[in-house]
């Protein structure tokens, strides 16, 4: 179901019911993960019937899992045959799961395996929700926390996205605290606009990955669109917005985009603004000519006498190609 709780009230209001049956119709769907309408039994068999007049049902299946230290990749079979993976980390404060947005990716990041298929459709919302209730069931625990980061641009998919967060967040949906949430994009300008609005507190990380036009427009083709001043002065109308604090992702590419000089323009561009700097660990994949840099701390080190804040992201999955940017639509 794509409905999200006001969605699902305003359908019962329109059939003549009682609102408060959409919190018995998201109770049954993701707190008992009950699938079949007919046994929603607090529901009398007329509202069911109209239900399933109204609604099918759809629901994706675990096709393949790989485990590897600390985590678990999850490939998932659509109705209509095509594929998304999504990735569970084990942390030490609990568990998180990396979901997919859409079945390939349009904004064509040089170094991203997942844009190697061109977009084919977005994900409906279900289809996110089901990522995470397949995880669940799968592992027989409850996920804690959930970043926006697997194939595709999620602001390129905002309203099923958008649905998707409040699904998840609800009480009566799977009771995901909203700072317990982050999307990544690239840069999307005005849905970084549109996002500072949302009613829930949910966390946001932009893709910068280089301090100059120059060099992004070359690994990043969505900065000719939206170039870093626009990015930028858009990431400081949601914080003022919002008075959250934004992540940084600067992925580590060596030699392309990791020298000190570099380290200097990030921190000038970075200055006084409540944001931190996430360097990642570049996963190499099929030879596209970037490797792994070798100096992340280097660049670490460099930002923090610069007094920008900034952390490391762990290594997660690099042995079964479930790191960031290694993930795919594809079954093999
Ligand atoms: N489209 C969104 C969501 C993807 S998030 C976005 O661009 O933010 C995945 C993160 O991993 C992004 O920051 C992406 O740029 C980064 N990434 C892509 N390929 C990578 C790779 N091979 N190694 C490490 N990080 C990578």
Redesign the pocket.
Known sequence: MNLNINELEDYFINIGEKKYKALQVFEWLYIHKERDIDLFSNLKKEIRDTLKKDFVLDFIKIKKREVGKNVKKYLFTLNDGNYVEAVLMVHNYGISVCVSSQVG?N?G?K????GRLKKVRNLETYEMVEQILLIEEDIGQKIQSVV???I???FDNYDNVVNFIKIINHAKGLAIGARHITV???GIVPKIIEFSNLPIQVNL?L?L?APNDELRTKIMPINKMYSISKVMEAIKTYIEKTNRRVTI?Y?MLNMVNDSLDEAKQLANLLRGMNVYVNL??????NNNGFKKSSRVNEFKEALLKMEINVTVRKEFGDSISA????LRSKEV
């Open positions: 990716c904004m990041c170094f991203c395996e997942s926006v980061m697997g595709g641009e999620p990544s994009t690239c990380a893709s990955h992702e992925v990642i660990p570049y996963n190499e994949t790191a960031c940017g290694q």
